[in-house]
């Protein structure tokens, strides 16, 4: 790939380059370099080249058809100076032109057949006044599947009609091209052996019709005209639903639908407004659950307490049966003081339970 300017040159004038002022083409970006095969049937015409002599644009003919090479661009990468000039567009028709198929004008009509293994070639020659052409010499050329190539002579066996058999033993299509031996008139045409015996049905068979009707559920046409109806078709087989009652609930349920979203106008604020009262309801339930909650730690700490305070009480009101006083004299007993009575206010609880409501009340408050 070489990528520096150049100018075209033209060597030998082609039909692509016929009618086109090379002297003022425009430069090229680049091109890819390469070199003519020696080994070519048919040699290559090159008919522009680069500054170093390397080919631009060719052309050769390859078996029936005709191939052209352009090794440079036609995109602005190479050729974003070509693509403003006039010639630009005339080139590349004339290329696309030389390269289609040509259609015979030289009164050349040849047909091609193919049966058990042999082709058959007759042509009809007619000048353009509509007289038969006789006395031609003309020169067939066959492409085989393969890409084989056979040439053969025809020969004249009528006013205007010339034949030629060939060997057609292989499984494809075959391509042949009649041109005359002096002359530059050509014209094409070919012929498929088939694959496989079915696909050459000579004639009709009723039968093998009758039983493909019958197993695929056809109808076999008479010749009479009044069978000959080929748009009348069978009466299709079809269940019919009741779907009402489907049909008026969707409407009881899209009716107030559709009148809400008409008549009722909800802004933005609004919106906004309903958002902000769900979640402060949300948030409400929240906390009076976390109240709940706190509530029955409190009831079960204060439960614990009084649980406590109840066990101290009732190890106070027991007393030592172990413990016995000594006998005491007259005089002991009489020395011995009575204890003074105790206040109103400091006498005991009556009961153990008494005494366990007054502890529990007093530690709540």
């Known amino acids: 790939m070489i990528e520096e300017p150049f100018s075209p040159g033209l060597v030998r004038p082609t039909q692509a380059t016929n009618g086109i002022d090379w002297s003022a083409a425009p430069q090229l970006g680049g091109y890819v370099a390469t070199a003519e095969r020696d080994s070519l049937k048919s040699p290559a015409i090159t008919s522009l080249i680069t500054d170093k002599d390397d080919p631009l644009y060719a052309v050769w003919q390859y078996g029936l058809g005709r191939a052209a090479a352009f090794t440079s661009d036609a995109k602005p990468r190479w050729a974003a100076g070509w693509m403003n000039w006039p010639g630009f567009g005339v080139f590349w028709a004339q290329a696309f032109r030389d390269t289609l198929r040509r259609e015979s004008g030289s009164g050349l009509t040849p047909r091609v057949e193919i049966t058990a293994g042999r082709g058959h070639v007759s042509v009809e020659a007619t000048a353009p006044d509509g007289q038969f052409k006789n006395n031609l010499q003309l020169r067939t050329h066959i492409v085989g599947p393969d890409l084989s ?56 068979d009723v039968d093998l019709l009758t039983r493909i009707s019958e197993m695929t559920g056809g109808v076999m046409i008479e010749r009479d005209a009044a069978s000959l109806d080929l748009f009348k078709q069978p009466a299709s087989k079809t269940i019919p639903h009741e779907i009402w009652e489907t049909l008026m609930l ?23 407004h309903a958002r902000a009262l769900v979640e402060s309801k949300l948030r409400r339930g929240a906390r009076s659950d976390m109240d709940s909650a706190g509530v029955i730690s409190m009831d079960r700490l204060k439960g614990a307490r009084s649980r406590v ?44 339970a008494g005494r366990a409501k007054e502890a529990a009340r007093v530690s709540l408050q």
């Open 250 to 272: 969707a409407a009881l349920i899209l009716l107030p639908i559709d009148i809400g979203v008409r008549r009722v106008l909800v802004t933005r604020e609004q919106l906004a």
């Open 149 to 204: 190539a056979t040439d053969i002579t025809l020969d004249q066996t009528a006013a205007g009609r010339y034949e030629g058999d060939f060997a057609a033993t292989a499984r494809g299509a075959y391509l042949v091209s009649v041109s005359e031996v002096d002359g530059q008139t050509t014209t094409t045409s070919g012929a498929v052996n088939s694959y496989s015996p079915e696909f050459n049905i000579a004639s009709r």
């Open 309 to 352: 305070v109840l066990s101290d009480l009732a190890a106070d009101e027991i007393e030592p049966a172990s413990v016995t006083s000594a006998p005491q004299s007259p005089d002991q007993a009489s020395k011995t003081l009575a204890p003074p009575e105790p206040a109103e206010d400091d006498r005991p609880l009556q009961s153990i």
